[in-house]
C-alpha cells in the first residue's frame, strides 16, 4: 500500500488481528464459511510468536495431536515436532488455504464507529463489521517484582527472548518458573552452566508416559463433565505441569531437576536467599510466564481489572463486535493450544457468520 493512501479506509467483512495458529484456525473456519475477511498481522512472517521461541523447543504432543483445522500436521521426524517443523506447517497452512494476510502490520488501535469497529494500523485503517482478536501473549512477556531488581547488575532475560544456551557458557545462572519452559530451558543450560531453578513450590512432574495428547483428553473429559453440570473427572494433571519430554528426562538422570523456595531479593552481583545466604549470579531467566497483549483494544474500555476482556463462549460481553481467541482458558477450554483452538475458532466464526446475517435482514 503505498503512502498515498495510506490514510483510505478499507471496509471489510472481519479483521483477524495476529497471525499465529489462532488467527490461522479462525480464518479456516470464517473462509470455509464463505465470509470475507483480513489477517493483519505485526510479523515479518509467518509463524507467529514460534518465529521467537528458542531454538531447541519441541512441541510436547505428537504431530497427529498438534494439528490446525483441516490439514494434520506432516509427521515429524522425531516424535515430538521440532520449533522449525511447526514454523513450516503453519508458513504452508496458509499458502494451502490462501489465507489472506497483510504484514508487517502493526495494529494500534481498535474504536467503536457506528458501522463497525474501526482498525487502526501503520498501513492504513479498516473498517470491520467484526473484530477477531488473536494476538496471543507473547508480546506481554510477565516478570515479577522483587526488591533489588534495578540494582542487580548480571543480565536479565525473560524466556521469550532465549535462543540458546550459548552466551552462558560456564556462567552462574538461575532459571525462574515451574512450567515446562523453565524444566525445558533448564535442562539445556545446565549441560554448560551452574544452573539454579527457583520455582515458587515443588514442581508437578507428570508421569513419563503422559504426554500432550494425554493432557488434552483429560482436559477435554473436564470440559464436558463441566458442560453437563458432572462434577470434574480428571486426575491431576493439567497443561501446566512439567511434561517429561527427553530433554527433561535426561536432565532428571543428571540429577539437575532439583528446585529451590524463592530468594528473598536481589544484591548487586546475585540474589540473598530466606535464610540470609548470599549467591552470586550472572545471568537470570525467568520463565514466568506471559500477560495477554490487549493494548489495541484499549480505546474499546473492554479490559477488566485482571488486564482481560470479559467474554461470553469467546464474544466481548460490552462489545459485540468482537471475539478473542487463543490467549488460555479464559477464552475457552486449551486455546492457547494448536489443538485446542479449534474448538472457539469454530465457534466463533459460527457466531459471526450469525451476526453478519442479521446485518443483512
Excluded at 496458509?94 to 508487517?104: F, G, H, L, M, S
Excluded at 512439567?242 to 538422570?253: T, Y
Aim: glycine share 10%.
Amino acid at each position: 500500500m503505498s503512502n498515498s493512501n495510506a490514510s483510505a479506509t478499507t471496509p471489510i467483512d472481519v479483521a483477524i488481528i495476529g497471525g499465529g495458529q489462532s488467527a490461522l484456525a479462525a480464518a479456516y473456519f470464517l473462509r470455509r464459511a464463505g465470509i470475507s475477511y483480513m489477517v493483519l498481522d505485526d510479523q515479518p512472517a509467518a509463524g507467529g510468536a514460534w518465529q521467537h521461541t528458542w531454538d531447541s523447543l519441541h512441541l510436547f504432543s505428537p504431530a497427529q495431536w498438534s494439528s490446525l483445522p483441516g490439514w494434520l500436521m506432516p509427521p515429524a521426524s522425531e516424535q515430538y515436532p521440532s520449533r522449525d517443523h511447526v514454523l513450516r506447517y503453519l508458513t504452508e497452512y496458509e499458502k494451502r488455504y490462501e489465507i489472506p494476510v497483510q504484514r508487517p502490520v502493526d495494529v494500534t488501535s481498535v474504536a467503536r464507529r457506528d458501522a463497525g469497529l474501526l482498525v487502526s494500523t501503520d498501513k492504513g485503517e479498516w473498517l470491520a463489521k467484526a473484530v477477531v482478536s488473536a494476538t496471543g501473549t507473547w508480546g506481554r512477556p510477565y516478570i515479577p517484582d522483587y526488591p533489588g531488581q534495578a540494582s542487580f547488575e548480571g543480565e536479565q532475560l525473560h524466556s521469550a527472548h532465549y535462543r540458546n544456551p550459548e552466551g552462558f557458557r560456564g556462567k552462574n545462572v538461575l532459571v525462574v518458573g515451574g512450567g515446562n519452559s523453565g524444566a525445558q530451558i533448564l535442562a539445556e543450560l545446565s549441560q554448560v552452566c551452574h544452573t539454579t531453578w527457583v520455582t515458587l513450590e515443588e514442581p508437578t512432574f507428570l508421569p513419563d508416559d503422559v504426554d500432550g495428547r494425554v493432557l488434552f483428553e483429560r482436559a477435554t473429559a473436564r470440559w464436558k463433565a463441566r458442560a453437563e453440570g458432572r462434577p470434574d473427572p480428571a486426575p491431576t494433571g493439567g497443561l501446566g505441569d512439567v511434561v517429561m519430554v527427553p530433554p527433561v528426562r535426561e536432565a532428571r538422570g543428571r540429577g539437575v531437576l532439583r528446585s529451590e523456595r524463592p530468594f528473598s531479593h536481589f544484591a548487586v552481583d546475585g540474589v540473598v536467599w530466606q535464610d540470609g545466604s548470599h549467591s552470586h549470579v550472572d545471568a537470570m531467566i525467568w520463565c514466568t510466564g506471559f500477560r495477554p497483549a490487549l493494548e489495541h483494544l484499549r480505546p474499546l474500555h473492554v479490559l477488566n481489572d485482571a488486564g482481560r476482556v470479559d467474554v461470553l463462549d469467546g464474544r466481548a460481553v460490552q462489545e459485540p463486535r468482537l471475539w478473542l481467541v487463543g490467549y488460555g482458558e479464559w477464552c475457552g477450554f486449551a486455546s492457547a493450544t494448536l489443538i485446542g483452538v479449534m474448538r472457539t475458532a469454530r465457534s466463533a466464526a459460527t457466531q459471526i457468520d450469525q451476526y453478519l446475517n442479521t446485518l443483512k435482514e
